[in-house]
């Protein structure tokens, strides 16, 4: 049996089901979850054939369909970080890993886009609680996106800040309700800090930039402000809230309840779209060898490229990678919603082990798809073939900072070999 097929019926603890099956290949991710996670994991896969039909205008338009967005909406995908208060799941980092997983088997933009307002949605619990009830109280699916890529300075005026500039990579604006954008004191400010500005969309204008080989459906064009204005409370800069909070002899630290990740450990949340990718390719390339794709070699022996060992032996090592990468993606998840549940900070060590993982993980599954597509055929990048897309997608994805291990292995080691203090 093709190991990317099997499906598991979760059961509570009397040996009763209690959630619609799930991807079996996702255990490591789903095992421990509660069956209101372990639904939305299956509505997520339930979504795979009809985001999968949809990826390719995704990829000729540069952003996500509407039908696309109406679909994650209507399972409650939007609603992973808001809060139960507001009618939201408040999903831990497994659960929404191996969510946004199961959407990239079906379309890789749109996992990334999914992963993209999960995290800005975890980040949103840095603010105040009147701006989150401003958020969701009134609509629980808000999207919200962000960007780092152009701090602006925030220009305190009555009332609030003015901010002006410009943030690229914004993946997901283009269906976003609000964005949180970097920014910085105004200049000559001693010390100068770093903050971060919440805005709805509807006061951003943005620039058409996204113009890339790979993951075009995300849309990550960049955000323009022209003095917007801003309140007081939808600006924050997390070095003057800590200074308060040692001031008034108390530790500061991110509101909100414990069930929700804090934004400490999201950096391996995006190595989920990877890891669908990786399941996609793999899907796609054993349907075509189990189809009968002839062997095209010299001996013509044997006919069917699936009858041939050296064939089999790279799917089987295409899924052991696959497998690999899942499951260092599951360590780094379980170690987030550990720290959520016991409201522990992870230490720079584990941090840092976040982010090898995540690498590590991309890399195993950027090996993985190689070994397929070398046994897939050179059909496999025609136009017509989602391979090639796929191919596309993994290939630009995985250039993203978060995994570029070559810039984290040095920390990683020294922290290791005792060298840094932790």
Not at 48 to 72: H, N
Request: aromatic share 6%; proline share 6%; net charge negative.
């Amino acid at each position: 049996m093709d190991p990317s097929k099997v499906m598991t019926t979760a059961t509570n603890r009397q040996g009763q089901p209690d959630s619609p099956p799930v991807n079996d290949r996702l255990e490591a991710l789903t095992v421990d979850l509660p069956a209101e996670e372990l639904a939305l994991v299956s509505a997520a896969a339930s979504l795979v054939p009809a985001l999968s039909a949809g990826a390719e205008t995704a990829d000729a338009t540069g952003r996500l369909a509407d039908e696309d967005i109406a679909a994650l909406r209507k399972e409650g995908l939007f609603r992973l970080a808001t809060p139960r208060k507001y009618g939201g799941h408040e999903a831990g980092a497994c659960a929404a890993t191996a969510i946004a997983a199961e959407v990239a088997r079906g379309c890789p933009s749109a996992s990334w886009v999914l992963t993209v307002y999960y995290t800005a949605g975890i980040a949103l619990w840095l603010f105040p609680d009147q701006v989150r009830h401003r958020v969701w109280d009134e609509d629980p699916d808000a999207t919200v996106c962000g960007s780092s890529a152009g701090a602006a300075p925030a220009r305190e005026v009555t009332g609030g800040y003015l901010i002006s500039g410009r943030w690229g990579w914004a993946s997901g604006i283009h269906n976003a309700s609000w964005a949180i954008l970097s920014v910085v004191s105004e200049p000559g400010a001693a010390p100068q800090e770093s903050g971060f500005a919440l805005v709805p969309t509807s006061e951003l204008a943005v620039a058409d930039t996204w113009n890339m080989a790979g993951m075009r459906g995300t849309g990550s064009d960049t955000i323009i402000a022209e003095d917007v204005f801003v309140p007081e409370e939808q600006v924050i800069f997390p070095s003057r809230a800590a200074r308060a909070a040692m001031a008034a002899g108390a530790v500061h630290q991110v509101q909100g309840p414990l069930s929700v990740p804090k934004p400490q450990g999201l950096m391996g949340a995006l190595a989920a779209p990877v890891l669908g990718m990786g399941m996609a390719i793999y899907d796609h390339v054993v349907a075509k060898l189990s189809g009968g794709r002839p062997l095209a070699t010299a001996t013509k022996s044997p006919a069917r490229a699936i009858d041939s060992p050296a064939v089999q032996a790279n799917v089987a090592e295409a899924a052991m990678l696959i497998d690999s990468a899942i499951l260092q993606a599951a360590r780094t998840a379980h170690a987030v919603d550990r720290a959520t549940r016991t409201g522990a900070q992870l230490s720079a060590l584990a941090i840092a082990r976040t982010r090898m993982d995540c690498g590590f993980a991309a890399r195993q599954i950027r090996r993985a798809a190689d070994k397929l597509l070398d046994v897939g055929g050179a059909s496999r990048f025609a136009d017509s073939d989602p391979a090639q897309r796929i191919w596309r997608d993994l290939g630009t994805a995985t250039r993203h900072p978060t995994f570029i291990t070559e810039l984290d292995r040095e920390q990683y080691a020294r922290l290791l070999l005792g060298l840094q203090r932790q």
